[in-house]
């Protein structure tokens, strides 16, 4: 089984994905293209940037597709946790003229068997991500602080994804995992 865990930036992503991971005793990755490429998480973080610089949205899409594509490819039949997959790349570069990519993706690649949306206000990410790293660029980032879920969920329900959500702002770490752990019952055996 694959699950996908989603949401912007200081919504508690990666802490989620491995606490359940560990939990569920299920694989969990961050960056699969690391295997596709056999490359270091550094190196692919350091293609990343060099791709996304170019501020273009049918690009940046293209090579994030990429990766998410491989994931439900290399993952298949495995059990998996995956911090992130399509629906960030989708929130940030999804448009008219990448909406064909997202299309191709779901048809031959299919999506993750659940999707976790995570939320949190803006306040609530902000003070996160100060928490994390006091120096993040991202903290400059209006864009990024201000951004909400609506468009994601629009896609959730475009390409009729197994999803739950939850807003994580007034719950600790364990709460959140605990919350997941019985929405998640009937999904996969705890």
Known sequence: MI??????????????????????????????????????????????????????????SLFLSIGDNFALH??????????????????????AETEQIFDFSIKYFSKPDLTILLDASPSVRLERLKERNPKDKDLLNEALLSADNQKIKDFLKKYDYNFIEINTDNLSKNQVLNTILKQIKHFVKI
Do not use: M
């Not at 200081?10 to 694989?27: M, Q």
């Not at 056999?38 to 501020?55: C, G, H, P």
């Not at 993952?75 to 997959?85: A, E």
């Open 3 to 60: 699950i996908a865990i989603e949401g912007h930036d200081g919504t508690g992503k990666t802490t989620l994905a491995k606490s359940l991971a560990k939990k569920l005793n299920f694989e969990y990755f961050k960056h699969p293209e690391c295997e596709l490429y056999n490359i270091s998480q550094k190196q692919y973080l350091e293609i990343s940037k060099n791709v996304i610089k170019y501020n273009n949205s049918l690009l940046t």
């Open 74 to 95: 290399y993952f298949k039949n495995k059990n998996v946790i995956l911090d992130r997959h399509r629906l960030l790349n989708y929130f940030w570069n999804g448009n």
